[in-house]
C-alpha cells in the first residue's frame, strides 16, 4: 500500500509540472505573437512621420542659415553694397549704404541730488528784534539871521527796531533812533520809521541797504543864545525819513550781529518861517539782532 501511494503521489506531481510547463509556453507564444505584430506596425508607422518632419526641419534651418551667406556672396561678388532687413528687423540696426561710424550722445551720470525737480531748500522766516548802541555826529539848520552857522555835536545813540523777514532777501523795518547831547549845548532827537531792507546774499554774513519814513521829535538847546527864539524853535516835530547800510553776521541764525550806518532826517513843521528847520544825524551802531 505505502508502494501504491508513494507512485500516486510522484504521477500527480508530474502531471502538475507538465500542465504548468504547457501553460506558460502557451502564455509566452500569446504574448510574442502581439507585440511582434503591434511594434512591427507601429515602428512602420513611425518611422516616416519621424524621417518627414526630421526632412522638413533640416530643409528650414539650411534655408534660414543658406540665405543670408548666399545674398551676402552675391553682393560681395557683385560689388553692391549689402542691405539686409532681417538683420536689420531682428536686431534693429541699420546695415543699409556705407559702413560709417555712428556718434552717440554720452550724457553723464546723474546724482539724484542734482534732480531739479528736488525744491532748493529754504530756510526759516524769522521775526527779530533788534537793540544796539553807538554814536551819532547831530546838526541843525542854517539860517541867516537866527543861527548864521550850522552847529555840529556828537552824541550817543541809542538803536531799536523790529526786522521781519518776508523772504531770503528781503524785510520789512521798523527803526527808531534816539540821539542825546549832553554838553554844554543839549540837543536831542528821536525818530521813528516803518521801511525795508534789501540783503545782497542769503549766506551767514550778508551786507545790506535799507530805508524808511515815519515821523520825529527835536530838542534844539543851541538856540538858547537866540533871544528871539520861540517855543518852535527850540522843539521840533515833523515828518522824518532815514537811509541806512550795513552788514549782518550769522545771518543764518536766530541770533544776528549786526554793524550798522545811517543818516536821519527831521523836517520840523512847526517852525516853517522864516526858513525851514531840517536837522540831521549820522549814526553808526553796533547791535544784536535776536
Not at 554720452?106 to 526759516?124: H, T
Not at 551819532?136 to 541809542?158: K, Q
Not at 527850540?234 to 541764525?253: L, Q, S
Not at 512847526?270 to 551802531?285: I, S, T
Request: hydrophobic fraction near 40%; glycine fraction near 10%.
Amino acid at each position: 500500500m505505502k508502494r501504491i501511494f508513494a507512485i500516486l503521489t510522484i504521477a500527480l506531481a508530474g502531471a502538475a509540472f507538465a500542465q504548468e510547463d504547457y501553460l506558460a509556453d502557451d502564455y509566452i507564444a500569446d504574448v510574442s505573437g502581439i507585440s511582434e505584430a503591434e511594434s512591427s506596425s507601429s515602428v512602420e508607422e513611425a518611422l516616416p512621420a519621424v524621417s518627414s518632419s526630421s526632412e522638413e526641419y533640416v530643409a528650414e534651418a539650411a534655408t534660414d542659415t543658406a540665405a543670408p551667406e548666399a545674398s551676402a556672396v552675391a553682393s560681395s561678388s557683385s560689388g553692391e553694397t549689402y542691405a539686409s532687413t532681417d538683420y536689420d528687423t531682428l536686431f534693429g540696426t541699420n546695415t543699409s549704404g556705407s559702413a560709417e561710424p555712428v556718434e552717440e550722445e554720452v550724457m553723464p551720470a546723474k546724482s539724484p541730488f542734482d534732480d531739479d525737480s528736488i525744491p532748493e531748500l529754504k530756510r526759516c522766516k524769522y521775526t527779530f528784534k533788534s537793540w544796539g548802541i553807538g554814536f551819532s555826529t547831530w546838526h541843525n539848520w542854517r539860517d541867516e539871521t537866527m543861527n548864521p552857522e550850522r552847529d555840529w555835536a556828537l552824541a550817543l545813540l541809542v538803536h531799536h527796531g523790529r526786522i521781519w523777514e518776508m523772504t531770503s532777501h528781503g524785510s520789512i523795518t521798523f527803526m527808531a533812533n534816539g540821539n542825546f547831547a549832553f554838553g554844554e549845548y543839549k540837543e536831542a532827537q528821536v525818530i521813528g520809521v516803518i521801511g525795508g531792507r534789501y540783503f545782497f546774499l542769503n549766506d551767514i554774513y550778508s551786507p545790506y541797504v535799507g530805508g524808511g519814513f515815519g515821523l520825529g521829535l527835536q530838542y534844539d538847546g543851541y538856540l538858547n543864545e537866540y533871544s528871539k527864539s520861540t517855543f518852535g524853535d527850540k522843539f521840533g516835530f515833523g515828518f522824518a525819513g532815514n537811509v541806512e547800510a550795513g552788514i549782518v553776521v550769522f545771518r543764518t541764525t536766530t541770533t544776528q550781529l549786526e554793524l550798522g550806518a545811517s543818516y536821519d532826517v527831521l523836517v520840523n513843521v512847526l517852525k516853517m518861517e522864516p526858513a525851514v528847520h531840517v536837522y540831521g544825524a549820522f549814526n553808526f551802531y553796533l547791535a544784536i539782532n535776536y
